[in-house]
């Protein structure tokens, strides 16, 4: 591996933290690689770029510790609070059977870690709720609307709301329930197995890790979405104006589909159609696509 290909690796892996935070960690070890002189030398020293990100990200998760010990205390000595303060949550992984997530505009990462937790910085407090319900359904909802001057570069301090949500390897859920109204979320390394899986995405990009899943359903407005691991029964695909990209695991002749296609395009295992039309399964099977495409495009993959 070469220096240019260890740091474009650590880069990606660092996707929990802010721009300027990435950026900074980035620069720091391309002087120390130059520094060194020894490329060889110095990412034996570092370990892989998957070792170094687990530990710069255990950093700032540390840091989101602080933070919160720093709050509790200003709390308790009668300091004003900071709204923006970072927020922590943790529960054990045992009481946890289904994941909710509905999220306005943030940047939210996924990461594998020994059990759920969840970190946020940028978001006031009397906008984000994280809670467990009775029958183990862990919420996460960040209420905070998008407003007009939220994208906008000459803000005085544009605060950029970051979710950093923490699964257990290997978790297996009853249910996913993923709503993103804009921003872009992204899974490390996450694998986990549901009983069913509910995306809905409207001006967002949402690149999955690797989800085993039952009963699926993706509605896509403007957004994007990539998903990959396997989907098993009946899936139903929405797609308006963005763009669905499925990288399943299996054997194309297990599936079967129903297509209305508008003006956009769709395409199953290399199989093409475009423009409008209607397809129906002559033999519908146990696994089963019900694709519904305007103008966006539709790709599904299966091998």
Do not use: W
């Given at each position: 591996?070469?220096?240019?290909e260890y740091?474009?690796q650590?880069?990606?892996?660092l996707?929990s933290?802010?721009?300027?935070?990435?950026?900074e960690?980035?620069?720091?070890?391309?002087?120390?690689?130059?520094e060194a002189?020894?490329d060889?030398?110095v990412m034996?020293?570092l370990?892989s770029p998957e070792e170094?990100?687990?530990?710069?990200n255990e950093k700032?998760?540390?840091?989101?510790?602080?933070?919160k010990?720093q709050?509790r205390t200003?709390?308790e000595?009668?300091?004003?609070?900071?709204?923006f303060?970072?927020?922590?949550?943790?529960?054990?992984?045992?009481?946890?059977?289904s994941?909710?997530c509905?999220?306005?505009a943030a940047?939210?990462?996924?990461i594998?870690?020994?059990?759920y937790?969840?970190e946020?910085?940028?978001?006031?407090?009397?906008d984000?709720?994280?809670?467990?319900?009775?029958?183990g359904t862990?919420s996460?909802?960040?209420?905070?609307k998008?407003?007009?001057d939220?994208?906008m570069?000459?803000?005085?301090?544009r605060i950029v709301?970051?979710?950093l949500?923490?699964?257990?390897k290997n978790?297996s859920?009853?249910?996913?329930k993923l709503?993103?109204g804009?921003?872009?979320l992204?899974?490390?390394n996450v694998?986990?197995?549901c009983n069913s899986?509910e995306?809905?995405?409207?001006?967002?990009?949402?690149e999955c890790?690797k989800?085993h899943?039952?009963?699926?359903?993706v509605r896509c407005?403007?957004?994007n979405?990539?998903f990959?691991?396997s989907?098993?029964?009946?899936?139903?695909i929405?797609?308006?104006?963005g763009?669905v990209?499925?990288n399943l695991?299996?054997y194309?002749s297990?599936?079967?589909?129903?297509?209305?296609?508008?003006l956009?395009?769709f395409?199953?295992n290399?199989?093409k159609?475009?423009g409008v039309?209607?397809?129906?399964?002559d033999?519908?099977?146990a696994n089963?696509f019900n694709?519904?495409?305007?103008m966006g495009?539709?790709?599904i993959?299966i091998?």
């Amino acid at each position: 591996m070469t220096r240019d290909e260890y740091l474009s690796q650590l880069k990606y892996l660092l996707g929990s933290l802010s721009e300027e935070e990435r950026m900074e960690a980035l620069q720091y070890y391309v002087d120390y690689f130059e520094e060194a002189g020894d490329d060889a030398k110095v990412m034996a020293e570092l370990g892989s770029p998957e070792e170094l990100a687990r530990s710069i990200n255990e950093k700032f998760a540390t840091a989101v510790m602080h933070s919160k010990t720093q709050r509790r205390t200003k709390s308790e000595s009668g300091e004003n609070e900071s709204a923006f303060d970072a927020l922590y949550f943790n529960f054990h992984s045992d009481a946890v059977t289904s994941l909710e997530c509905n999220l306005c505009a943030a940047e939210i990462v996924f990461i594998s870690g020994s059990e759920y937790s969840v970190e946020t910085r940028g978001i006031d407090k009397k906008d984000f709720d994280c809670s467990l319900s009775e029958d183990g359904t862990l919420s996460v909802k960040n209420m905070k609307k998008i407003n007009l001057d939220f994208f906008m570069h000459e803000r005085r301090r544009r605060i950029v709301p970051r979710i950093l949500v923490t699964v257990p390897k290997n978790a297996s859920l009853e249910c996913f329930k993923l709503k993103l109204g804009a921003g872009k979320l992204s899974m490390e390394n996450v694998l986990f197995s549901c009983n069913s899986s509910e995306l809905e995405i409207g001006a967002g990009s949402v690149e999955c890790g690797k989800i085993h899943s039952g009963k699926t359903k993706v509605r896509c407005g403007m957004g994007n979405v990539e998903f990959s691991g396997s989907v098993k029964g009946t899936a139903c695909i929405d797609c308006g104006m963005g763009n669905v990209k499925l990288n399943l695991e299996g054997y194309p002749s297990d599936y079967s589909y129903d297509l209305k296609l508008g003006l956009g395009e769709f395409s199953f295992n290399g199989e093409k159609k475009s423009g409008v039309c209607k397809v129906l399964a002559d033999e519908k099977k146990a696994n089963h696509f019900n694709v519904s495409c305007g103008m966006g495009n539709v790709s599904i993959s299966i091998k």
